[in-house]
Every structure is written in structure tokens, then in C-alpha cells.
T-cell receptor
Framework: NAGVTQTPKFRILKIGQSMTLQCAQDMNHNYMYWYRQDPGMGLKLIYYSVGAGITDKGEVPNGYNVSRSTTEDFPLRLELAAPSQTSVYFC????????????FGEGSWLTVV | QKEVEQDPGPLSVPEGAIVSLNCTYSNSAFQYFMWYRQYSRKGPELLMYTYSSGNKEDGRFTAQVDKSSKYISLFIRDSQPSDSATYLCAMSHPGANNLFFGTGTRLTVIP
């Protein structure tokens, strides 16, 4: 049982490039999330999904896209990378919402230069 | 006003000390309260979970929720160097699709 698995761990992008952060969970969780964490700013929700085929915007969705074709996978797409997207990205999942425990992946460190 | 406020620290204590970490919040609808621990270069992991008001104890850790004051605390007894990490408070309310996080308090326990 691997939990939430993110790849890549580290990536350097040039301004204007695009990339996809991969996320997979093996806990059969319905809910999946993408957060970004910036120093002193806490965790900000980018997008979330309540099940396969259903996604919704979080607090900071601009510049990102997601898809949820299966229960297990929830990739995050960065289009036209900008320096403001330099951050640590965490994928997470939970069985349900509100009071359910959210489990996080190990994080993906992204630098846009 | 942020929904969740947390002193970022950093906080340094000697080994064996009692540590008190705190968060305040503004949304009276919050019912679920959590503390996550995050080691350097790692993802947050759930440490304590409390529903509504009251205390919860787990080994050296005690979580307290005072809903009347909109204030939650995490106490660490007999702190160890392995407790050195960033502690994030998080909370949510019925109907929310998200957790609301504090900014985290960085703790260092000095041997």
C-alpha cells in the first residue's frame, strides 16, 4: 500500500514550458486534491475532485488544469509556466470530505526559471 | 482577516520541554480540527484529529479545542529532537470540500 504517489520529485522548467505532475493513490479514495505550498503562506488548494470525471477549482486555479479519468489518478497540468508557479506541490486524497482525514503525497518541487 | 491564524515561529526548545502550539480561527462553523506534522522535504502527515470541542490525548501529544474562544492548541510533552518539524493546524466544517490550513509553526527541539 503506497498511499499517494507523486512524480517527479524535482523539476526545473523554463518560462513558457508546460508539464504534468502525476499523482496516483491506491487507497480507493473518492476525493483527490492538489495543493501548493509557498513559504509562510500555508497550503493553498489549486483543484480538487470528488470522483472520476468530476473536478472543481480551488482557491488558486489560474495557470493549472486537471483531469480525473480514473479513481486512482489525478494529474496536474501546468500550461505556459511562469516564475510565480515556483512552489512545492502536494497531491492528497481522502475517502470523503469535511471530517475525513486527508493523506498527502511526498511533494513535487518545481522551479520555473 | 485570514480564516486560520498560526504563529509561524520559529520556536526552539530544549529536549524534554513542554511545547505549546496554537491556532485561532474566525469561522464559527468549523467542527473538525486537525494537526499535521511536516518534516523537511516531506508531505504533511496527520498527527491529531478532534471533532468539536474538548481534549484528545495520544501518547505525548494532547490536542485541545476551545470553540467558545475559537482557539485550538497542541501540546507536546517531553519533547524530543525527532519532534523537530513544522506543525500545521487545519480545520473544516460540514459541507466544505477542503481543509483550511494555518501557515505552520516551525519547531526545533535542541538535544
Amino acid at each position: 500500500n503506497a498511499g499517494v504517489t507523486q512524480t517527479p520529485k524535482f523539476r526545473i522548467l523554463k518560462i513558457g514550458q508546460s508539464m504534468t505532475l502525476q499523482c496516483a493513490q491506491d487507497m480507493n479514495h473518492n476525493y483527490m486534491y492538489w495543493y501548493r505550498q509557498d513559504p509562510g503562506m500555508g497550503l493553498k488548494l489549486i483543484y480538487y475532485s470528488v470522483g472520476a470525471g468530476i473536478t472543481d477549482k480551488g482557491e488558486v486555479p489560474n495557470g493549472y488544469n486537471v483531469s480525473r479519468s480514473t479513481t486512482e489518478d489525478f494529474p496536474l497540468r501546468l500550461e505556459l509556466a511562469a516564475p510565480s508557479q515556483t512552489s512545492v506541490y502536494f497531491c492528497a486524497s481522502s475517502y470523503g470530505t469535511t471530517g475525513n482525514t486527508i493523506y498527502f503525497g511526498e511533494g513535487s518541487w518545481l522551479t520555473v526559471v | 482577516q485570514k480564516e486560520v491564524e498560526q504563529d509561524p515561529g520559529p520556536l526552539s526548545v530544549p529536549e524534554g520541554a513542554i511545547v505549546s502550539l496554537n491556532c485561532t480561527y474566525s469561522n464559527s462553523a468549523f467542527q473538525y480540527f486537525m494537526w499535521y506534522r511536516q518534516y523537511s522535504r516531506k508531505g504533511p502527515e496527520l498527527l491529531m484529529y478532534t471533532y468539536s470541542s474538548g481534549n484528545k490525548e495520544d501518547g505525548r501529544f494532547t490536542a485541545q479545542v476551545d470553540k467558545s474562544s475559537k482557539y485550538i492548541s497542541l501540546f507536546i510533552r517531553d519533547s524530543q529532537p525527532s519532534d523537530s518539524a513544522t506543525y500545521l493546524c487545519a480545520m473544516s466544517h460540514p459541507g466544505a470540500n477542503n481543509l483550511f490550513f494555518g501557515t505552520g509553526t516551525r519547531l526545533t527541539v535542541i538535544p
